[in-house]
């Protein structure tokens, strides 16, 4: 199994958050939401999507890894990013509301 932990937390660092013990279900599922929309990308973009932002290597290690040159990396990994946020949302609006899961109304 992917350790995408890494990615939630730097997620929450961004927004200047202090995640504590009460955001563990909130974690828990944005690192389940971020490993099924990773499996919906194509190997290509999941490849370097991991390679930066779970390895943590720079671009140009992974251009060498990949074999390919510093400026395809850079637009693989610029698609693969709107690929996940796509891939993100859809499976958000696919999740049923916490309401509607409980039965309210609006």
Same mark, same amino acid.
């Given at each position: 199994?992917?350790?995408? $932990? &890494?990615?939630?937390?730097?997620?929450? +660092? #961004?927004?200047?958050?202090?995640? %504590?013990?009460?955001?563990?279900? +909130?974690?828990?599922? =944005?690192? =389940?939401?971020? @490993?099924? #929309?990773? %499996?919906?990308?194509?190997?290509? !973009?999941? @490849?370097?999507?991991?390679?930066?932002?779970? @390895? %943590?290597?720079?671009?140009? @290690?992974?251009?060498? /890894?990949?074999? /390919? $040159?510093?400026? #395809?990396? &850079?637009?693989?990994? !610029?698609? #693969?990013?709107?690929?996940?946020?796509?891939?993100?949302? +859809?499976? +958000? &609006?696919?999740?049923? !509301? =916490?309401?509607?899961? &409980? %039965?309210?109304?609006?």
């Amino acid at each position: 199994m992917l350790d995408l $932990s &890494r990615l939630v937390m730097l997620g929450f +660092e #961004a927004t200047g958050t202090d995640p %504590g013990p009460e955001d563990q279900h +909130e974690r828990t599922r =944005a690192v =389940a939401l971020l @490993e099924a #929309a990773l %499996g919906d990308l194509p190997v290509a !973009s999941r @490849e370097v999507l991991l390679l930066v932002g779970v @390895e %943590g290597l720079e671009q140009d @290690e992974v251009a060498t /890894i990949l074999g /390919i $040159s510093y400026d #395809a990396t &850079r637009k693989r990994l !610029s698609r #693969a990013r709107a690929e996940l946020a796509q891939a993100i949302d +859809e499976r +958000e &609006r696919r999740r049923p !509301s =916490a309401a509607t899961t &409980r %039965g309210e109304t609006t």
